[in-house]
């Protein structure tokens, strides 16, 4: 008999257990596999929409501050593409406009979408940052070839020189106060890191790396241990970002660490943790670490960046502008703060996803929200220089490049 009960018992319990998550499993949000935006082939141009407003929806990182309405741009587009799947196509101008009245007015500046046209087989794209970054007064183009080329021109330039094998920096020492030298470094790309463990593992030429090892010394990306930065009759280091669209976020230790006698402590970061517009992680520090060898001094750091310095230069320029002996000249920078990596919407629940040429979709957007300790995000803003000085056409065509002249100034006067 107390077998028989047990027995009943434990098929009640398996029963209720049943019951209960057939209830919970019926409540809850759909799994992250059913949704995830990297997996759905699309035929229609209908499907195509769903799934980039869907995965936008999931995926992107600033809801908090973006004052979209995104369920209103649903309903006001999906009519639009209901009628292009009806008469049969778009053309590329009809499927450019539409996507970029949907991501209109988004303050993700690193937001790109692709979407191959079903009719035409042509690649549209739609960025929020190209609807406000070219209106803004001081805009221009990248003039960073004609700014490069005047660099070896420039009275008392001495040690010019540059990288080959594709990696795009610059150095030159120009003459500061009293017989000493500014130590000057121009970086086109962050790629430091990698390019370095090529030199290191000799798949590349020493030459490669040669205006960084002649300003931090031939550490590469473990920090300062000689070089022109060093040197006792330099007074002060120029690092220039201008026209630099960013890259690799591990190379702010060996560049910006170096030049900080502490850690730094610049703010905080977050990222998602579930498929809700505000499933947000905590905020955690955002820190620098300072490598072993560095600056030991207080030498002047001056970074310079224009409106066309993005992702990591912007990130650089902001953490040179909170060190007590760093400046930061130019113009109010692009705008797109928010770290990111490939591949992450499956661990971050946010981020890049979908394959361009395997489903016809791809859409490039954040995967980390960073603001200052005082909790403040630069997103869709940018870093506001301390010394505003814009870019003059008109001077560079002269021979000048009045931005770095000014940092110059800014050395040689202490104004």
């Known amino acids: 008999m107390f077998r ?33 935006p990297d997996r759905h082939y699309c035929n229609t141009y209908v499907s195509q929409f769903e799934t980039v407003w869907s995965g936008i929806d999931h995926s992107y990182l ?19 593409f209901k009628e292009f799947d009806a008469k049969g196509g778009a053309s590329d101008a009809e499927l450019s406009e539409a996507y970029r009245s949907m991501v209109h007015g988004l303050v993700d500046h690193h937001m790109s979408v692709q979407i191959r046209n079903l009719k035409t087989g042509n690649p ?39 990288g080959d094998g594709g990696f795009q920096c610059y150095g030159a020492l120009f003459p500061g106060n009293n017989g000493k030298k500014i130590a000057y470094l121009r970086f086109r790309s962050f790629d430091v890191t990698s390019y370095s463990q090529a030199v290191h593992s000799g798949y590349m030429p020493a030459s490669t790396m040669a205006p960084f090892y002649a300003f931090y010394g031939n550490s590469g990306s473990y920090g300062i241990t000689g070089g022109w930065a060093k040197r006792d009759d330099v007074e002060a280091l120029i690092i220039d970002v201008r026209g630099n669209g960013g890259g690799a976020l591990s190379d702010l230790k060996p560049l910006v660490g170096s030049l900080s006698k502490t850690r730094i402590d610049f703010g905080y970061s977050r990222h998602k943790e579930g498929l809700g517009r505000l499933d947000y992680s905590a905020w955690t520090p955002f820190v620098v670490d300072c490598p072993p060898d560095h600056i030991q001094d207080d030498k002047k ?39 990111l990596i490939r591949g ?54 002269n021979g000048h490049d009045n931005q770095l002249e000014r940092a110059l100034l800014y050395v040689r006067t202490g104004k």
């Open 301 to 339: 750091i001056i970074v310079l960046a224009d409106v066309n310095s993005a992702s990591c230069s912007e990130i650089t320029a902001s953490l040179i502008k909170s060190l007590p002996n760093g400046i930061f000249i130019g113009e109010r920078t692009y705008g797109a703060t928010g770290p």
């Open 124 to 162: 549209v794209y739609a960025n929020p940052a190209w609807d406000e970054v070219p209106y803004r007064d001081y805009y221009h183009y990248d003039f960073s070839n004609q700014q490069i080329a005047l660099l070896s021109t420039y009275s008392g330039v001495t040690e010019y020189c540059e």
């Open 344 to 397: 992450g919407f499956d661990l971050l629940y946010s981020g890049v996803f979908g394959d361009y040429n395997e489903l016809g979709y791809y859409v490039y957007t954040s995967n980390f929200d960073v603001v200052d300790k005082s909790y403040i995000s630069l997103e869709g803003e940018g870093v506001t220089p301390d010394i505003e000085c814009i870019f003059d056409a008109n001077a560079l065509q």
């Open 4 to 36: 028989e009960m047990k027995s009943a018992y434990r098929k009640l319990l398996s029963i209720c257990l049943s019951l209960y998550l057939l209830a919970f499993v019926s409540c809850r949000k759909e799994s992250l596999e059913m949704i995830n």
């Open 62 to 80: 600033f809801w908090e501050r973006d004052t979209i309405d995104w369920d209103d741009v649903h309903e006001r587009l999906l009519p639009v």
